[in-house]
């Protein structure tokens, strides 16, 4: 039977996406452009997910000693001081030269607190006290923040460069006791409250934001695609912001997973512009087809481009008896013995991208052997190179695609049988291309290849756009609720 790893590996290399460490990571082949789309996205999302992780959020307890005529000193606190409600009614993003600002603004939030007071008097001998329940309002929040982004080896580093939360308003509502008679007094702590609304709430972001730099930091530097190669997702260069997007490098090659020796290939980088037809795309991943060479240099090096066909649709085509009228010295010399063909590549595949099609080329050399006995018999070796052209599209995250046969050559390399009339075997050759390769090919073409996107986010709505010497892949994304970023 056809074994299916070379072959897939084979188209493969010629259609599918990033990472290797043949070429030096400081050299970028894909870039991942964020647009104010998906800018707006992200934000919603890391608000919503902040305010989950935070509420409750409890507030250190305030006391205070304040001297009232004919009373005296009155000590009051206030303590069990939660915020168990919190609102962002607007807020926006925007990229600068320094930094990515983000301001929540009309945000309310909602706290609940016990309160309770003592005091004593000349006038009576005894300590007097009260307590009560409160709830407390705040209108008009706002929160703003701003992130500094760069790259440090080969990772993304996130920074808080400035940080503020500034309450606007305070109700607060008395129940229990004599409140409706204090009510004057605790109003006596809404800047107290106020600014614990404020520090809490900044000191939180600041928390926030180190614990996601903490996930950005741990986030993987390759992405596996298989047992034998992975995605390297290395940041090179700083990241890029506009008036309206922010953009990362990364070097997207193919590496080896098991460390084989591999020669260094040179790729010409053309670092990859991302331009999407829609605008509203929330994001675009441009990827050079230095990113599809890297994948066939690896596995050709890696000696996993060469396989035997010992079964196919017409087995007969896989006996002497039925070459005895194409090649008849094959069948006189060997009568009715069993065959297999050997097929393994004599360089990388090499891929090329224009505006309207991905094009392969194939070098391989097929040998024709004779089984007789326990014998492996090689009787001739011929040369092939084979022309194919591909589609891509996207299937959840992966890159998926598929790929036909365009046309081939084939000439004569060696034979122990006399000279082959060529142009009878070329309609066996390309009934086994069409039969046998390809099929092959394109049931493990289908299943894919990964994107260089964090886990928990699914690309939708994706277009793919070809260009001279890249893919883009333009799209919206998602976000599962199962999985928290907390």
Known sequence: MAQTLPLCLLITCLLLIPSSQIQQEQEAFTTIVISQQGLDFLKNLL????????????????????????????????SNITIYQLQVLDSYVKPGDTGLAIIASGTTCNLSMDWSYEYSTWLFPVEISDKGHAS???????????LGLKN????????????????KDISIKLDGGASWFYQGMIDAFEEQIGSAVENAITQ????????????????????PVDDDASINVTFVDNPSLSNSSVGFDINGLFTARKKVPIPMYYYENTLPSVLCTEPTKM???????????????LYYDAKFMQWIVDKIPDQSL??????????????????????????SLSS?????????NLDA????????????????????????????????????????????LNDFSMSLKWSNIGNLRMYLIQPLMWTLIQTVFVPQANAHLAKGFPLPIIHGFTVQNAEIIFSRSKITVCGDVEFRESLSIK
């Open 47 to 78: 608000i919503t997910q902040a305010i989950s992780s935070i509420i409750p959020l409890k507030l250190p307890n305030i006391t205070k000693t304040a001297k009232f005529p004919f009373l005296g000193n009155v000590r009051m606190l206030l």
């Open 136 to 146: 407390v309002q705040v209108e008009g929040m706002e929160v703003g923040l701003t």
């Open 152 to 167: 440090q080896e080969g990772t993304l580093k996130l920074s808080l460069m400035d940080c503020g939360c500034y309450v």
């Open 204 to 223: 939180n972001l600041g928390e926030g934001i180190l614990k996601l730099d903490l996930f950005l930091q741990s986030l993987p530097k390759e992405i």
């Open 283 to 297: 994001l675009g991943i441009s990827l050079d087809e230095a990113v599809f060479n890297s994948a066939s240099a």
């Open 318 to 343: 896989l006996n002497t008896a039925g070459w005895r009228f194409i090649v008849p010295q094959l069948y006189k010399k060997y009568p009715n013995d069993d065959m297999n063909m050997n097929l």
């Open 348 to 356: 990388p595949p090499i891929l090329r991208i224009s505006e309207h």
């Open 361 to 404: 080329t194939v070098y391989a050399d097929l040998i024709i052997d004779v089984l007789e006995a326990d014998q492996v018999i090689p009787v001739a070796c011929i040369s092939l190179v084979i022309r194919g052209s591909g589609s891509v599209g996207i299937a959840g995250n992966n890159l998926v695609g598929s790929v036909k």
